[in-house]
């Protein structure tokens, strides 16, 4: 199954929720990344129970804090 995560394309061999695609891509701190999938928010209680498809976006987007 073909995806995309961060831009770049990737197959995987077979489904994955959002949570597994997480592990899969040995995200650190999975609980500190938001989601987008398909351009829209995930919701990160429904993370395992949420199964990608084939040709779907998934961002995993990084908030950092600091600065001045």
């Known amino acids: 199954m073909k995806i ?3 831009g770049v394309p990737q197959e995987i061999e077979r489904q994955l929720s959002i949570a597994d695609l997480l592990a899969h891509n040995k ?3 999975p609980d500190m990344v938001s989601v987008q999938l398909n351009g829209a928010f995930a919701q990160r209680d ?3 129970a ?3 498809q084939e040709g779907d976006e998934v961002d995993f ?3 950092m804090g ?3």
Do not use: D
Request: charged share 20%; proline share 0%.
């Open 50 to 52: 949420t199964v990608l």
């Open 61 to 63: 987007l990084y908030f």
């Open 27 to 29: 995200v650190e701190m």
């Open 66 to 68: 600091g600065g001045e």
């Open 46 to 48: 429904r993370f395992a």
């Open 4 to 6: 995309k995560v961060n």
